[in-house]
């Protein structure tokens, strides 16, 4: 991805990054603005070229040996965004779950000042001790960072004003014991097979939502809380979902076979633009809400075709299936969305996904409350209980 600019020194190209934040929405404050200006994201980076490292794109750091990312710098603005999200002070005291390359690590401490402190946790050893270097090296001299498991914290330094972490399916107990009552937490949370960065703000037994964005940090090393099965031989489609819901893959065998509906919403969008509030509101209203994925040859055969091959939201009820779609127009870059189901229900699932995309459409910046419980919360007609494990997770729509 190239920049507009056409000095490519790295100088040149930070204070691009910086001013294409500022146009894009994701730096709303001054104080994120600073930060990403004072803080050169290519030092972080030494082994990517300086015009990669400021380019609006995930970056991976480091791979499995059987070749999964194991850590990533994310993209400058889902960073900026996170920032934004979590609101920090000077002289706060923070704690981040998932160092990676340390960026973020220094752009927190700029916002802390020399009077505030963070504390920064990875798993894997290497990670951490290569962002202590450059942390060290960039003279950051107010961070604390750590190897150990993020999902306990660091009691010793607790309690925080502010928690940012890598995703995660459930917040752990230690994040709320070290979470001072009124602060925050951001964190990208898997809500049926998507996952949303969730801006909460802790109330004792509660932690209530105020800003939900886009999610782009590395999940945390867990598989917790879902379930994944293939709905067709080789693995082709396959299916994730919660371990609350009444979904049985057995059930779902040769689905993809069975009779087929189509459904059209008419509503348009451009080729960029993100479904996540379509799949918000479909996990807010819908028992059977999951993700479903499809890899290239079964797109290529028109045997499944979603939105996003990679992961698109759909609906489950017994033996029938629906998902979303888009068909895209003459002029290559509008989109039609659509359903597609099979099965005996496979018209209702079908429209009931077109009705979604149709409440979407009406409000396209409307997001529901979410709010995390420690006890049995109360519940209404328009409110979606989810069941995660140490907590319980309420949407109200």
Same mark, same amino acid.
Request: glycine letters at 10%; hydrophobic letters at 40%; one cysteine or more.
């Given at each position: 991805m190239t920049l507009p600019t056409r000095d490519s020194s790295p100088d040149a190209l930070h204070a691009a990054m910086v001013r294409r934040l500022a146009r894009s929405g994701n730096v709303l404050t001054d104080a994120v603005a600073d930060a990403m200006a004072a803080v050169p994201r290519h030092l972080f980076l030494p082994d990517t070229p300086p015009r990669m490292a400021y380019s609006e794109q995930d970056i991976i750091t480091k791979r499995a040996a059987a070749g999964? !990312?194991?850590?990533? !710098?994310?993209?400058?603005?889902?960073? !900026?965004?996170?920032?934004?999200?979590l609101i920090v002070l000077p002289d706060q005291n923070v704690l981040e779950v998932g160092t990676g390359t340390g960026y973020t690590t220094a752009l927190l401490a700029h916002l802390t000042g020399t009077g505030g402190h963070v504390t920064t946790l990875d798993i894997d050893p290497d990670i951490t001790a290569a962002a202590r270097d450059t942390l060290t090296a960039t003279g950051h001299t107010t961070i604390t960072a750590l190897t150990g498991d993020g999902r306990h914290g660091h009691p010793d330094a607790a309690p925080y004003?502010?928690?940012v972490a890598a995703g995660t399916w459930d917040i752990p107990a230690a994040w709320w014991d070290q979470l001072a009552r009124g602060g925050r937490l951001v964190v990208p949370l898997r809500l049926r097979g998507a996952s949303y960065s969730i801006g909460f703000a802790h109330r004792g037994d509660r932690m209530v939502s105020d800003t939900i964005g886009p999610a782009g940090l590395t999940p945390m090393i867990s598989g917790e809380g879902e379930r994944t099965a293939s709905i067709h031989q080789d693995n082709l489609v396959c299916l994730v979902w919660d371990h609350d819901q009444p979904i049985t893959s057995a059930a779902l065998s040769g689905v993809?076979?069975?009779?087929?509906?189509?459904a059209v919403s008419g509503v348009t969008?451009?080729?960029n633009t993100p479904v996540d509030g379509i799949w918000l509101r479909l996990a807010a209203t819908e028992a059977g809400c999951c993700r479903i994925t499809a890899r290239g040859p079964a797109v290529t055969s028109q045997l499944c075709t979603p939105a996003i091959p990679l992961g698109s939201p759909a609906l489950v009820e017994d033996d029938s299936l629906a998902y979303l779609t888009l068909t895209r127009e003459h002029d290559g870059y509008t989109h039609v969305l659509g359903a597609v189901g099979y099965g005996p229900k496979r018209h209702q699932l079908a429209d009931r996904i077109i009705a979604a995309i149709h409440a979407w459409d009406r409000d396209r910046t409307a997001a529901p409350t979410i709010i995390l419980h420690r006890g049995t919360p109360n519940?209404?007609?328009?409110?979606r209980l989810i069941i995660k494990g140490e907590n319980r997770l309420t949407i109200t729509h």
């Amino acid at each position: 991805m190239t920049l507009p600019t056409r000095d490519s020194s790295p100088d040149a190209l930070h204070a691009a990054m910086v001013r294409r934040l500022a146009r894009s929405g994701n730096v709303l404050t001054d104080a994120v603005a600073d930060a990403m200006a004072a803080v050169p994201r290519h030092l972080f980076l030494p082994d990517t070229p300086p015009r990669m490292a400021y380019s609006e794109q995930d970056i991976i750091t480091k791979r499995a040996a059987a070749g999964p !990312a194991l850590s990533w !710098a994310s993209a400058p603005g889902t960073i !900026a965004t996170t920032l934004e999200q979590l609101i920090v002070l000077p002289d706060q005291n923070v704690l981040e779950v998932g160092t990676g390359t340390g960026y973020t690590t220094a752009l927190l401490a700029h916002l802390t000042g020399t009077g505030g402190h963070v504390t920064t946790l990875d798993i894997d050893p290497d990670i951490t001790a290569a962002a202590r270097d450059t942390l060290t090296a960039t003279g950051h001299t107010t961070i604390t960072a750590l190897t150990g498991d993020g999902r306990h914290g660091h009691p010793d330094a607790a309690p925080y004003h502010r928690i940012v972490a890598a995703g995660t399916w459930d917040i752990p107990a230690a994040w709320w014991d070290q979470l001072a009552r009124g602060g925050r937490l951001v964190v990208p949370l898997r809500l049926r097979g998507a996952s949303y960065s969730i801006g909460f703000a802790h109330r004792g037994d509660r932690m209530v939502s105020d800003t939900i964005g886009p999610a782009g940090l590395t999940p945390m090393i867990s598989g917790e809380g879902e379930r994944t099965a293939s709905i067709h031989q080789d693995n082709l489609v396959c299916l994730v979902w919660d371990h609350d819901q009444p979904i049985t893959s057995a059930a779902l065998s040769g689905v993809l076979h069975r009779d087929r509906a189509v459904a059209v919403s008419g509503v348009t969008l451009g080729r960029n633009t993100p479904v996540d509030g379509i799949w918000l509101r479909l996990a807010a209203t819908e028992a059977g809400c999951c993700r479903i994925t499809a890899r290239g040859p079964a797109v290529t055969s028109q045997l499944c075709t979603p939105a996003i091959p990679l992961g698109s939201p759909a609906l489950v009820e017994d033996d029938s299936l629906a998902y979303l779609t888009l068909t895209r127009e003459h002029d290559g870059y509008t989109h039609v969305l659509g359903a597609v189901g099979y099965g005996p229900k496979r018209h209702q699932l079908a429209d009931r996904i077109i009705a979604a995309i149709h409440a979407w459409d009406r409000d396209r910046t409307a997001a529901p409350t979410i709010i995390l419980h420690r006890g049995t919360p109360n519940t209404t007609s328009r409110t979606r209980l989810i069941i995660k494990g140490e907590n319980r997770l309420t949407i109200t729509h």
